[in-house]
């Protein structure tokens, strides 16, 4: 067994996101955004449903106008997985998307008009037992904030997340969720650690604008890493200037690499070197793309040579390690049979499909 980092998660309450959970002892959710126009319903509509297919638990959608908050009953009646409406500036949008079935809202409050707008979408919001996520971002904090404080900062973006919450708490709203995300990671860190000893709501990590595929994972996996390391977090989203399923598999495996959550293939490989007894990268590139599918949680072991081959087979259901002529095959630790290259991975999808229809025939015998 691995050691678990999160020695225990931050205590929140739990709210609900259509049938998701959201904090509490719920799994972390992972969630994505669409970059589609909402008013192409039927773009909008092929974009969450890949979300879903790629493990997405919730969607948000952009509400920018009312042709968009028109399109949204369409899209709901064609999609199955929870969807947030993300409104900005507008209570009107925000009243459009409720009345359109929405399952939550990311809006900040303060940023929506007068106390009696705000009422409105409080008052609606509750009718249909809807939760509110309040998104603080370092890039568009308040004024007040910026010259209280003299520049973005940690201590800012906490304030504001303050003033967000106590406006939704004086109309006796709690079904509150909040994230307070910057490009910056010491200061996204550092105000989500100030902001989990003051209040016990769920929040939603995110590091915003990371940047493309590669620059964006290596910062949302050290900035959401040490949040999620700490205890803190119950909903992630990754943002990267990517196709939003990247997101989706990028949330999972930050998650399954702390052991927070466990979803699909987890492919244990060598870099390989000189004594690789077959070609490891192009063997776990193979594999990737022929176990995308997997929705179980399968440990994979793709050893290069002996060198660590067994001792990684020890600790995975399925393993590899290279060797001359043939390669072992490891199951469940225990040495399985020898096998050639040219059926290795046909064997090992084999397998891991094996494994997989198991874990859920057991799921659905209860
Ligand atoms: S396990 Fe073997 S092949 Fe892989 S990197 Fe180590 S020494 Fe090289």
Aim: with cysteine; hydrophobic share 40%; aromatic share 4%.
């Amino acid at each position: 067994m691995r050691d678990a980092i999160v020695k225990s998660r931050r205590k929140t309450r739990q709210l609900m996101v259509g049938d998701v959970a959201i904090g509490g002892d719920a799994p972390i959710a992972v969630q994505s955004m669409t970059n589609t126009l909402t008013t192409d319903i039927d773009a909008t509509v092929a974009q969450v449903c890949a979300l879903e297919e790629a493990g997405a638990d919730i969607v948000r959608i952009s509400v920018p106008d009312a042709e968009s908050a028109r399109a949204m009953p369409e899209i709901l009646a064609q999609t199955t997985i929870p969807v947030i409406a993300d409104i900005h500036f507008s209570y009107k949008m925000a009243l459009l998307s409720l009345d359109a079935g929405v399952h939550g809202l990311r809006l900040n409050p303060g940023n929506i008009g007068s106390q009696d707008r705000v009422e409105r979408v409080v008052k609606a919001a509750q009718e249909k037992n809807i939760s509110i996520r309040i998104g603080v971002n370092a890039g568009s904090l308040e004024k007040e904030f910026n010259e209280q404080y003299g520049e973005p900062c940690a201590d800012a973006m906490v304030a504001s997340a303050l003033r967000h919450i106590r406006i939704l708490e004086d109309m006796n709203f709690n079904d509150i969720k909040i994230s307070l995300k910057a490009s910056n990671i010491p200061m996204t860190v550092a105000a989500y650690r100030k902001l989990a000893k003051k209040v016990d709501y769920p929040f939603h990590l995110g590091i915003t604008e990371s940047g493309s595929l590669f620059g964006g994972t290596v910062k949302s996996s050290v900035g959401l890493g040490l949040i999620l390391a700490d205890g803190i977090g119950d909903t992630v989203r990754v943002s990267l200037a990517a196709d939003p399923k990247e997101e989706i598999k990028v949330g999972f495996e930050i998650l399954k690499s702390l052991g927070l959550r466990h979803r699909g293939v987890n492919l244990i490989a060598c870099p390989s070197c000189a004594r690789q007894k077959f070609n490891v990268i192009e063997a776990v590139q193979e594999l990737e793309s022929r176990l995308a599918h997997i929705q179980e949680s399968v440990d994979v072991a793709i050893i290069g040579c002996v060198v660590n081959g067994p001792g990684e087979a020890q600790e995975v259901q399925v393993g590899i390690t290279g060797g001359y002529p043939t390669h072992t095959f490891y199951h469940d630790g225990e040495k399985f049979g020898r096998i050639k290259s040219h059926n290795m991975i046909d064997a090992l999808v084999e397998e891991v499909e094996k494994r997989a229809a198991d874990i859920r025939r057991k799921e659905q015998e209860g």
